[in-house]
């Protein structure tokens, strides 16, 4: 079980930059191949932008021709909460990080093998932790 992190929207406003914030407290959306991990594949692993939990491994991203970096499964499936989200006319699951409660972005069913799901996140949600050269 993952402790729960509570801050102030003053502590996150202080913590976030203005986009991060907006998508990680107010659960907006990057424009499409606008953020800085949606093309690529670099070594690491994805952290939370707000709380640094460890998210999804660089092995599970894909491109998904979005414009949105996406992966077909966390890292640990304990570290992600998803919830049903209904705005914007459709029926979606938002992805969430289970320590801060940061808006992430949607999973989708239409991913690749092995695990037939998309996790489309947006890059602004994500700091990169690179691989350590062998």
């Not at 203005?18 to 994805?46: I, N, Q, Y």
Request: hydrophobic letters at 30%.
């Amino acid at each position: 079980m993952i402790e729960k992190l509570d801050r102030s929207e003053a502590e996150w406003r202080r913590l976030l930059s203005p986009e991060a914030f907006r998508v990680l407290r107010e659960r907006g959306t990057e424009p499409a191949f606008s953020g800085e991990h949606a093309r690529g594949k670099v070594a690491g692993t994805f952290r939370c932008a707000g709380c640094g939990l460890e998210l999804f491994d660089s092995a599970a991203k894909f491109d998904s021709g979005t414009g949105w970096p996406s992966f077909h499964q966390p890292a640990h499936p304990d570290h992600v909460e998803e919830r049903t989200d209904m705005s914007h006319g459709m029926i979606r699951t938002e992805v969430l990080c289970a320590r801060c409660g940061g808006h992430l972005g949607h999973r989708f069913p239409d991913g690749p093998r092995p695990t037939g799901q998309r996790y489309c996140i947006n890059s602004v949600a994500l700091k990169l932790d690179p691989a350590a050269p062998r």
